[in-house]
């Protein structure tokens, strides 16, 4: 092979015939999946058509919801409610037509379809009020579902329909025509009811309107912990008809249990114990706390352990369960200390406390200072071997690892929430992650080492999308451990402080010990210069860009703004959870506008159902756009673009005759 240099005056070597008929081949290969769908010229050029018609609607409300922390009834209204949209459209078409009691039933039903239903099927049994009912309720509701599926194309809007129905469905969203008058409507009223379906349909098509009210809805982490069922919670979602994921830290806390990580399966409990949420984990995953309550029973039969006070209420005794949660905090700690000692590349010694005990000052060593200890009973610690678990501890942990892997309801919802998942999410000028970019003080991106290797920024995202991938089907040592880190280490995107200061907040009085510095991220976000620099990182437009992100309760009862002083960025963590705070945001991003929804408290569903009670939210416009955005203007915009460039690749195939025209079907 000749090593002399090609000057620019040389032309580019040609390519043989040969590899030009095997590109060639190769591009037919890949179009012939797609000429099975699109038969021939005139179908790609139809399909060309509609898609390019499809460009040209408005683009399709997200709605961004974070940090539900197991609050299942609240946020099962909000989605039901749309973040409060619903009720809006709701009003401009009836308020003026309908009497208070009226209004306040549709919308009830459009709220919660299968609970009015239900008490209607004990109360509605006579064949021909059924039927008057119905003729009402279905004009109404379908009034809805015309403006609703206005936005988007009759294929999209067409397959929110429930499949059973769908044909059905799509006749009656046409009937409001001269051809199709009233007797079109009874005469499908009438088969239902004699068939006892009729309320089976209405409640269908309730669902069909909050389907589509939302074209997507982004979860921006955090489903479990403090919240009474976080299993209700990622269940809910999993019925809805497109739903993101974003990944928080508590969200890969129970995927570590999940996976049968013992330092998280024992903080999972504590947690749960911490908050009386054993139902979710008992009734909701199968996972018996027997072996912790056998162990607290034994070793810890007469501790009074005040040190680890339960809140709220419960069946179980309170000192028990304090006895409970003291236990599994206890294996906790060893545990993590022996996750800590495989790792000396997290640099992560100094948290290692259970061997800076001084049982006869009952002090303990923590960053240098000696603070004396709320509690010094700590039957299961060897002062010689601290993070050796005891005979007994084993055995419980041994089980109780057991049961978190033998859940298959768990298991089933962690592999939906980690193929939905992902580290970050952009969509258009909106940059979605959890918790934070970790940075210096500088702003400069702190590197944090995978696989041997160091990753910062973007790339560490990406890095970290990979071990998630492969930990549900691989379940290493390292990358469990890893999962822990995501957890509570401080270089972790899902955390972003120097520490999780879980033993100094339960064994320690002092409050300088439980202080928990967060990466200078959270300073830093209020400045514009750093924001323009996360955005162009993850290639969003810093000009138009705005970072979302959760994780950090904003206080709004002490008047601390979502929107950072940058314009910029915007915290979404709107402390869903009750004892957070029981408010919480939804990020809606419309065609038009981005808008902030703050929800307030939620009494019960059943208030919603008997008295009409909502949660109707504070709205605060975050963007206006000069123009209505467009399918063009987004992600969907980019694929009918890529499908459209095949489809004339596809027709010209066809014209040359290198694939073969069928009739279509």
């Known amino acids: 092979m000749s090593t002399v240099p090609r000057t620019v005056d040389q032309p580019l070597p040609m390519s043989s015939p040969t590899e030009d008929r095997q590109a060639r081949d190769f591009e037919l290969a890949t179009l012939e999946p797609l000429a099975r769908e699109v038969p021939n010229s005139d179908s790609a050029v139809a399909e060309i058509a509609r898609l390019s018609a499809e460009l040209t609607l408005p683009k399709g409300t997200i709605h961004v919801i974070s940090d539900i922390h197991g609050e299942d009834k609240k946020l099962r209204h909000v989605i039901n409610n749309a973040s409060g949209t619903l009720r809006p459209l709701v009003e401009r078409l009836f ?3 309908m009497s208070p009691e009226q209004f306040q039933e549709i919308l009830t039903l459009i ?30 509701l379908f009034n809805v579902v015309r403006v609703l599926a206005a936005r988007r194309s009759l294929d999209a809007a067409t397959r929110v329909l429930p499949a059973e129905y769908r044909e059905l469905l799509a006749e009656i969203l046409h009937a409001p025509s001269t051809e199709r008058d009233h007797a079109y409507i009874e005469a499908i009223v009438d088969q239902l009811v004699r068939r006892g379906r009729v309320l089976h349909l209405i409640h269908l098509i309730g669902r069909v309107i909050r389907n ?11 489903c479990w912990d403090r919240g009474p069922r976080g299993d209700h919670v990622v269940e809910y979602l999993m019925q809805q008809p497109n739903v993101s994921f974003v990944w928080g830290n508590h969200d890969v806390a129970w995927l570590g249990a999940c996976l049968g990580h013992e330092a998280l399966v024992c903080h999972v409990l504590r947690i749960s114990l911490r908050y009386r949420r054993l139902l979710q984990l008992e009734e909701g995953y199968g996972i018996p706390v027997q072996p912790l309550d056998l162990l607290a029973r034994t070793v810890y039969a007469n501790d009074p352990a005040t040190s680890f006070d339960v809140k709220g209420t419960g069946m179980r005794e309170k000192v028990m369960m304090a006895r409970m949660q003291k236990a599994a905090a206890v294996m906790q700690f060893k545990l993590e200390g022996q996750v800590i000692a495989r790792h000396p590349e997290w640099k992560m010694e100094h948290r290692r406390l259970l061997h800076r005990i001084n049982y006869e000052t009952g002090t303990i060593e923590v960053d240098g200072i000696n603070y004396p200890l709320t509690d010094v009973h700590f039957p299961t610690i060897d002062p010689a071997n601290p993070y050796e678990l005891t005979a007994e501890e084993r055995l419980c942990v ?10 298959q309801k768990l298991w089933r919802q962690m592999r ?15 940059l979605i992650f959890h918790g934070c970019v970790p940075v210096d003080e500088h702003g400069d991106f702190l590197a944090m080492t995978i696989d041997g290797k160091p990753h910062t920024g973007r790339d560490l995202f990406k ?5 998630i991938y492969r930990v549900i089907d691989t379940r290493t040592r ?19 402080k120097d520490r999780i200061a879980t033993l100094e907040g339960s064994l320690i009085a002092d409050k300088r010990a439980h202080l928990e510095t967060k990466n200078p991220y959270f300073r830093l976000i209020h400045e514009a210069w750093f924001c323009d620099k996360i955005l162009a990182e993850f290639g969003v437009d810093p000009a138009q860009g705005l970072i979302v992100n959760g994780h950090v309760p904003v206080e709004v009862e002490k008047g601390e703004s979502p929107l950072k002083r940058s314009g910029k960025a915007i915290t979404i963590d709107g402390a869903f959870s009750e004892s957070l705070g029981d408010h919480g945001f939804t990020l809606v991003l419309e065609p038009h506008r981005t808008f902030l929804a703050l929800h307030y408290h939620f009494e019960s569903v059943e208030a919603a159902i008997m008295r009409g009670a909502d949660i109707i939210p504070s709205i605060t416009v975050v963007r206006e756009w ?40």
């Open 478 to 496: 390292e990358d469990l451990d890893l999962l822990w880190y995501l957890w509570s280490g401080p270089e972790s995107p899902l955390f972003g």
């Open 212 to 222: 589509l009210a939302i074209d997507e809805l982004i979860i921006a982490g955090d």
């Open 416 to 430: 939906w929430m980690i193929a939905q998942g992902n580290m970050y999410l952009r969509r258009e000028e909106h």
């Open 626 to 665: 000069d123009r209505t955005k467009t399918v063009a203007d987004s992600r969907r915009g980019r694929r009918i673009r890529s499908i459209i460039e095949q489809l004339e690749r596809l027709i010209a195939a066809y014209q040359k005759h290198e694939l073969q025209e069928r009739p279509s079907v």
């Open 111 to 140: 709220f919660y379809p299968a609970e009015v239903i239900d008490r209607l099927q004990q109360t509605l049994r006579d064949p021909q009020k059924q039927k008057e009912y119905a003729m009402r309720t279905l004009h109404d």
């Open 398 to 407: 041994r089980r109780l690892r057991h049961s978190f892997l033998a859940s």
């Open 463 to 467: 890095a970290i999308n990979s071990v």
């Open 95 to 97: 308020k003026d037509r």
